[in-house]
């Protein structure tokens, strides 16, 4: 694959109405057809939920999307992915999972993440290995490794 000029940065509080943004660009559709809130509140709780361990992606110097993740000991979760929709379809949310993957399988630990069903992103990590492990009214609990 070509050098997508893709890298990560720190989020900083002045990065939140960027993210604000985005996630209501990117998490609404979904959101709704899965029956959950999209009010101002419910966003903003999800958006600074864990805000320390949120990074910004960027393409070259233009700021794109939210690569939000944990990696405890024993076991490592993707929390957000949230691409801007005129970049998205350019693989840049599979470029992204993998890079965390190598690291995951460098480490030695599993990588766990839940998805809203309906959101065509299913697709992506069932070819990245992923496997339901659980199922809610609402979303999937997705495991690899």
């Excluded at 960027?58 to 939000?68: A, D, Q, V």
């Excluded at 691409?83 to 993998?98: C, D, F, N, S």
């Excluded at 993440?113 to 992506?124: C, D, Q, R, Y």
Aim: aromatic share 6%.
């Amino acid at each position: 694959m070509k050098n997508l000029g893709i890298t990560l940065r720190a989020a900083t509080p002045a990065d939140e109405p960027f993210l604000f943004d985005l996630r209501k660009a990117t998490m609404d559709e979904h959101l709704r057809r899965a029956g959950e809130p999209t009010d101002e509140r419910t966003h903003w709780e999800r958006l600074r939920y864990r805000y320390n361990d949120s990074c910004i992606v960027c393409c070259r110097s233009e700021e794109i999307g939210l690569f939000k993740s944990l990696r405890d000991e024993d076991e490592w979760a993707i929390v957000q992915i949230q691409i801007l929709p005129t970049h998205q379809g350019r693989g840049i949310g599979a470029h992204l999972v993998r890079e965390f993957l190598q690291l995951a399988d460098v480490a030695g630990v599993p990588v766990k993440l839940s998805v809203l069903k309906g959101n065509p992103a299913i697709h992506l990590y069932h070819r990245l290995g992923f496997r339901v492990t659980k199922t809610t009214d609402t979303s999937l609990q997705m495991r690899r490794g």
